[in-house]
């Protein structure tokens, strides 16, 4: 368990293990989804189609203005951090804002489909020894396991009191397991698990591509997507994603998440690219000198200069008046900081 209180701020990276595309690949993804061609203004030659069908009964008219802007963040996307950043420099343009949504919409939920999380709810789904065999390596594992340790089954309820999340991630792969690993290890139904789930405090900055049916009865989005998709459906979860003056605009929302980075006592980033807006989103704007903290983060790839900046602005955002305990900036992945830091995390 973690015994003091812990936030994990998930980047890309935290995702790339369960098979979603990250960074420039993502970027590839979108753009060709968004490569939207008519061939003498009726045969559709690129591009995908339930965007398109999409557009139509947004519009209900001429979608070539809107068709045009996707073309444009088909060709500059990959000139960009990613398709956020890209979207950011682009406020104010509805239509392109839009198609942006509605490729990342789109592309997260088939990414979902297609990683090793997914169990197609209309076929048999793993079971016993092989249900998380395809990710037995991966940083969800090793982090529910401190979160199960030393928790007898009659106190499954407390297991998240610790912990919270802010996900800068549209998918919600977390989410997913945390259901079926609390199901599994203190084998109780998926009903008790959903709700012991559900305690645990998840933040989307950027918003997702809709809550699971287990979270709300409501616009919910199945784990990969709809198995029929229908384009009104494509562009219910467009509405659910979120650009970041968007975001900042929203002062509740972004208030809890900067309260959560001021309450922790620990903070690990995992996968994440301390992208310079992303940072903002985290920054306290007068924080409070108290309990010592210690960070963790990965920075995979990274040079010893840029780790070393990385620091810097870490220190910068989320503990200007408290000098962390601890603050470990390791090029490793994910899953080996668990491996490298796991007692770490967890000790009183």
């Known amino acids: 368990?973690?015994?003091?209180?812990?936030?994990?701020?998930?980047?890309?990276?935290?995702?790339y293990e369960f098979g979603l595309p990250v960074g420039s690949r993502l970027a590839e993804i979108i753009a060709d989804r968004l490569d939207i061609r008519f061939e003498l203004g009726a045969h559709q030659l690129s591009g995908d189609p339930e965007i398109v069908e999409a557009l139509r009964i947004h519009v209900r008219g001429d979608i070539n203005p809107h068709r045009h802007s996707a073309v444009q963040i088909s060709e500059g996307v990959k000139?960009?951090?990613?398709?956020?950043?890209?979207?950011?420099?682009?406020?104010?343009?509805?239509?392109?804002?839009?198609?942006?949504?509605?490729?990342?919409?789109?592309?997260?939920?088939?990414?979902?489909?297609?990683?090793?999380?997914?169990?197609?709810?209309?076929?048999?789904?793993?079971?016993?020894?092989?249900?998380?065999?395809r990710i037995s390596t991966s940083w969800l594992i090793k982090f529910f396991r401190i979160v199960n340790s030393g928790i007898p089954k009659s106190d499954a309820h407390q297991i998240f009191e610790n912990i919270a999340i802010i996900n800068f991630n549209y998918d919600r792969?977390?989410?997913?397991?945390?259901?079926?690993?609390?199901?599994?290890?203190?084998?109780?139904?998926?009903?008790?698990?959903?709700?012991?789930?559900?305690?645990?405090?998840?933040?989307?900055?950027y918003g997702s591509i809709g809550a699971l049916p287990w979270q709300s009865a409501r616009n919910s989005v199945p784990f990969g997507g709809h198995p029929d998709p229908r384009p009104d459906a494509l562009l219910e979860m467009a509405k659910q994603i979120r650009t970041y003056?968007?975001?900042?605009?929203?002062?509740?929302e972004l208030g809890a998440i900067k309260a959560e980075v001021e309450n922790a006592e620990v903070i690990i980033f995992l996968g994440f690219a301390?992208?310079?807006?992303?940072m903002e989103l985290l920054k306290v704007p007068d924080p409070r000198k108290g309990h010592p903290m210690?960070?963790?983060?990965?920075?995979?790839?990274?040079s010893?200069?840029?780790?070393?900046?990385?620091?810097?602005?870490?220190?910068?955002?989320?503990?200007?008046?408290?000098?962390p305990q601890t603050l470990v900036?390791?090029?490793?992945?994910?899953?080996?900081?668990?491996?490298?830091?796991?007692?770490?995390?967890?000790?009183?």
């Open 274 to 278: 301390f992208h310079r807006q992303n």
């Open 173 to 205: 792969c977390v989410e997913h397991f945390l259901v079926q690993a609390i199901g599994s290890v203190f084998v109780i139904p998926d009903v008790e698990g959903q709700q012991i789930a559900n305690k645990l405090r998840i933040l989307h900055p």
């Open 245 to 252: 003056t968007e975001r900042i605009e929203e002062q509740t």
């Open 329 to 348: 900036v390791h090029d490793i992945g994910c899953s080996a900081l668990f491996d490298e830091c796991g007692r770490s995390f967890s000790m009183a």
């Open 304 to 323: 010893g200069a840029d780790m070393a900046a990385v620091e810097a602005q870490i220190r910068q955002t989320v503990s200007p008046s408290r000098s």
């Open 79 to 133: 000139l960009t951090h990613s398709i956020d950043a890209f979207l950011d420099i682009q406020q104010g343009n509805a239509p392109l804002i839009l198609c942006g949504k509605l490729a990342i919409a789109q592309s997260i939920a088939k990414a979902e489909q297609e990683s090793v999380l997914y169990s197609d709810p209309r076929g048999e789904a793993p079971t016993g020894s092989k249900r998380f065999d």
């Open 294 to 302: 210690r960070i963790y983060a990965t920075a995979k790839g990274m």
């Open 1 to 15: 368990m973690f015994n003091r209180k812990t936030l994990f701020v998930l980047g890309a990276g935290s995702s």
